[in-house]
């Protein structure tokens, strides 16, 4: 075997290593989540869906899940507005201070998410402003709104612009060329952008123990209140729905873009 055989052997091995490390923990929770020991853990005590059943009938979970689908569900829709907005200004507009506009709406990419978190409740602290749910929707937008404009920025960059020049030499105005040759042709990238911006907040916990309101609990922060007093075996069952939801969500969002971006 030869030098070069064994140091891919090697980073296969270590490859293989880091994803067991990173998966396997999404694997336990999978397995636990049906299994039927009331103490949440091992030995397996057989298969069961009866922690499902009584996550059903959990008041302060359903609670939590109607407002993180609420919450991810506007920030959606508010992020892939302003997202194409930006995005269509960054590659179609020339205008003073562009590159300054460019590093701003990467900063929360760049800036860790506690000190991003910390900073902006300082700032309403300083403005004597109470955490509000549309504030912490207004963040949840800060956050996923980078994402959102690095998806459809690079679709946009990728379409010529004789389409919208042959719409206007058609005598269609701005706004009908966004509408109806634009659009259609970013629909991939907002449906991805917009699916994208959906998980980032739904899955959010950092930022959002700093935003919430008192009284207010997303699914994420009402599982780590759970954590504190015991590892009840709904909170393997509330997590394996997160993960289908997290995973299945952009899949489908991969899936339908792919569709329409097909020829026809």
């Given amino acids: ?17 880091v994803y067991l490390f990173l998966f396997a923990p999404l ?18 005590r057989g298969f069961t869906l009866h922690w ?25 829709i508010l992020s892939t507005a302003c997202g194409v907005a930006a995005a269509m200004a960054l590659v179609r507009l020339e205008f003073t201070g562009k590159n300054w506009f460019r590093v701003l709406h990467m900063a929360p990419i760049l800036l860790p998410e506690t000190a991003l978190a910390l900073g902006l409740l300082l700032f309403l602290h300083a403005l004597s402003l109470p955490r509000s749910l549309a504030l912490l929707l207004l963040g949840h937008v800060v956050l996923s709104l ?46 991805a952008g917009g ?5 980032i907040s739904f899955d959010n916990i950092t930022a959002t123990l700093f935003w919430r309101p008192a009284g207010v609990e997303t699914l994420p922060t009402e599982i780590y209140s759970m954590l504190h007093t015991s590892i009840s075996p709904e909170v393997n069952a509330v997590g394996m729905l997160m993960i289908i939801l997290t995973t299945v969500t952009p899949l489908l969002g991969a899936a339908a873009a792919r569709y329409w971006s097909r020829p026809d």
């Fill in 195 to 199: 699916l994208l911006a959906f998980t």
């Fill in 52 to 76: 499902f059943v009584v996550l059903a009938h959990n008041r302060p979970i359903i609670a939590a899940l109607r407002i993180s689908v609420f919450l991810a569900l506007a920030t959606a």
């Fill in 146 to 191: 980078p994402y959102v404009v690095l998806v459809v920025q690079s679709r946009l960059t990728g379409l010529s612009r004789s389409f919208e020049e042959a719409a206007q030499s058609l005598g269609a105005t701005a706004a009908q060329t966004f509408r109806e040759v634009t659009l259609p042709l970013l629909a991939p990238a907002v449906m």
């Fill in 27 to 44: 694997f336990m929770t999978a397995l636990l989540a049906f299994n039927g020991s009331q103490f949440g853990g091992f030995p397996l």
């Fill in 1 to 17: 075997m030869n030098a070069e055989s064994l140091s891919w052997r090697s980073l296969t091995v270590l490859a293989a290593g």
